[in-house]
Every structure is written in C-alpha cells, then in structure tokens.
C-alpha cells in the first residue's frame, strides 16, 4: 500500500468515526421541534471533507503516536465541526455571501426559510460547547477540557473567526490590501484550523511547547487551504466544488488571485505548507508525520 493510500484510508477511517458522532450529537431523547433538529442536521450531516475533527484526532494522536484512534478527543472534534457547520449556514444567509449551493445541494435557508436557517445555526453554535464539556466523561482531565472550550471561545468569536467574518464582509475589491486580506483569512478560516490542532493536543496531554508548534502548523495550514480555496473559485471545477465558480468575482470579494496573480498565489500556498511541516518538525511530538502528509493534501486538492 502506496503512502498516498495509506493517507486515504486513514482520512476515510477517521471520517467514519467524526460522522457517527455527529449523527448522536443531539440527544434523540430531548425535546428539540423537529423542523429545528431537521434543518441542523440537513447541514450538520451533509457531509465534507471533515477537515477540522480529523485534525483534532490527528493532532492528538501525533503527540501519542501509535495507530489507535484518539476517541476521548471525539467531543471536541464534535464540537469543531457544529462551529464551522453553523458559520457555513449563516455566511450563506441572503445578508452575508447569499449562496444558493453548499457541498452540492440547495442552502440551509433556501430549504428551510432565513429564520430556521438563523436558529440552526444558533443552536449549533450552543451545543458546540455542550459537546466538548463531554470530553471531561471521556477521560480528559477537567483542566483541559476547560482549557479547550476557553480556546474555542476565542478562537471562534470576536477575535477570532466571527470577526474574521466581519473583515470579509467590510473588504471590497480596490480598497483591501494584502495585509488586511491575509487578516480576513486567517481569523475567517485559519483560527478554527489552529483551535483544532491545539484542542487535540490539549486532549492527549501536550506541552506548552508542542501546543505552540501544533497551533503554528494550524495557522499555516488555515492560510494555504483559504488561499487554495481563492484559487480554486477561479480555477476548480464546479462538479467537484458542489458549488458555481467564480462566486468570489462576481460579488466582487477580494482574494488572493486577485491582488496576486494565480502564480504567486500558488507559491504562497507552497511556501505556508512547508512553513506549517516545519513548525512540527523539531516539536517532540511522537508521529508529526501524518499530520505533514496532511499538509500536502491540502496544498494539491482539486476541491
């Protein structure tokens, strides 16, 4: 079996594990209305790459090496993936990007109305911190379950990927310079990335160290795949996206093809990868390896 395949099977496995604790994350038994708990799981389960929990495993199985899989970290995993599903169903929203299409299918609130489509993403936003609270029933010590949910706080709030948000929404094509427009991506995309890096280290018992190294990988990493995503809104195929190309040009949003060229966009993507595989290089952690394999993917996908 090739690397490359051996990558695949990993991602697919881990996959398995993200989605079957997403489809138990809202307890069967209370008593949500169910146009409420439909319209969240139509988002929550419609599948994806699954990035974010995947390296909230990965992360926490590269600081204790060894092919087990990191199940006491599934919560915060869970938890990751209810913030960014929530993002996605409110920056689709007529007042923020007005997408028709996510993942291949019609948008949150052109299925269920804007105001379910709001109320999904609220909950989902609330049970996140439910959810990782659980880690502490899992075995993670209560300090560092405590640690993560402060982290998840910040990391996807104001500082962090709720103003990354509200950047974008104030950048417009001809005003925003380069430096605002990597500020935009790193709060919008690259600080869930970096939360997640750091919330499977925390889980698995990293030193200060390794977390800074874990976090810096996640920076990087957050950077290129926004930047590959920039790329691939003018280049990727539309089939594979699940979504129409060229969305960001026509609601003139500024990106990096558009202030740098698609070149140098693509160097930048390459020079963040090796940026983020050498923040893990030298960090003591027991397996940086998949994590670097990781990397790589990001910078060569198609969608």
Not at 135 to 150: E, H, K, M
């Amino acid at each position: 079996m090739t690397n490359s395949e051996q990558l695949e099977n990993y991602l697919e496995e881990r996959k398995k594990l993200v989605e079957q604790t997403l489809r138990e994350a809202i307890p069967a038994e209370w008593a949500v209305p169910s146009k409420l708990r439909e319209a969240a799981e139509y988002s929550l389960l419609a599948g994806g790459k699954r990035l974010r929990p995947i390296f909230v495993l990965a992360a926490a199985e590269s600081v204790t090496g060894g092919e087990k899989p990191a199940a006491y970290a599934l919560p915060f995993a869970a938890a990751v993936e209810m913030i960014h599903t929530y993002s996605l169903i409110h920056d689709d929203l007529p007042a923020m990007d007005n997408d028709d299409f996510r993942r291949g299918r019609p948008t949150n609130h052109k299925v269920y109305g804007e105001a379910m489509a709001l109320l999904a993403g609220d909950g989902l936003l609330t049970h996140a911190f439910y959810t990782a609270a659980q880690a502490a029933s899992r075995g993670v010590p209560a300090d560092r379950t405590l640690a993560v949910i402060s982290e998840l706080a910040r990391y996807a709030g104001f500082p962090g990927m709720v103003g990354g948000q509200a950047e974008d929404m104030m950048g417009e094509q001809g005003r925003t310079s380069l430096a605002q427009l990597e500020s935009i991506h790193l709060h919008k995309t690259s600080d869930l990335i970096a939360f997640s890096l750091r919330a499977g280290g925390h889980a698995a018992g990293a030193d200060e160290r390794q977390l800074q190294a874990l976090g810096l990988f996640g920076r990087n990493v957050g950077l290129a795949f926004q930047i590959q995503d920039d790329i691939l809104d003018v280049t990727g195929d539309e089939a594979k996206l699940g979504k129409p190309v060229n969305s960001d040009q026509k609601q003139a949003k500024v990106t990096y093809p558009y202030l740098i060229g698609l070149s140098e966009s693509r160097k930048r993507v390459a020079l963040l990868t090796e940026e983020a595989k050498n923040a893990i290089a030298d960090a003591g952690l027991a397996d940086p390896m998949r994590l670097a394999a990781i990397a790589d993917m990001i910078m060569s996908r198609d969608h």
